[in-house]
């Protein structure tokens, strides 16, 4: 099984408080090894909790490397979803901006 705590941690470096402002939104995340996620957005704060979330805004379904190549930035949000990399149910278009809100490497 693939260890993806160093995924999550990526997303807590690369978290974009300035872009989040004012987003509101939990992304569920289902990838094919490891634990389940959910993201919570709430005005500038990231939270990453372990398990399934009760309504998310949006849930993404992907294979453990296309995730790794979304927050490397290799691989579009938009691309993902349309070339069927990343199946996603709820607001799709969400999960396509998404990726706005993580910086390319961490840091400012």
Known sequence: ???????IAKLHDRFDAEAAAGVHETLQLELDEGPRYF????DG???IQ???HDAPSVTLMTDTRTFERLI???LSG???VMSGKVRARGD???ASRLTRLFRRSGGA
Do not use: F, R, S, Y
């Not at 099984?1 to 995924?7: E, F, G, K, N």
């Not at 993201?39 to 709430?42: D, K, P, R, S, T």
């Open 78 to 80: 938009m691309q993902a």
């Open 50 to 52: 372990e398990g399934n």
């Open 45 to 47: 704060t990231l939270d």
């Open 39 to 42: 993201v919570a957005i709430n």
């Open 72 to 74: 490397n930035k290799e």
């Open 92 to 94: 799709i278009m969400l």
């Open 1 to 7: 099984m693939v260890d993806t705590a160093p995924l």
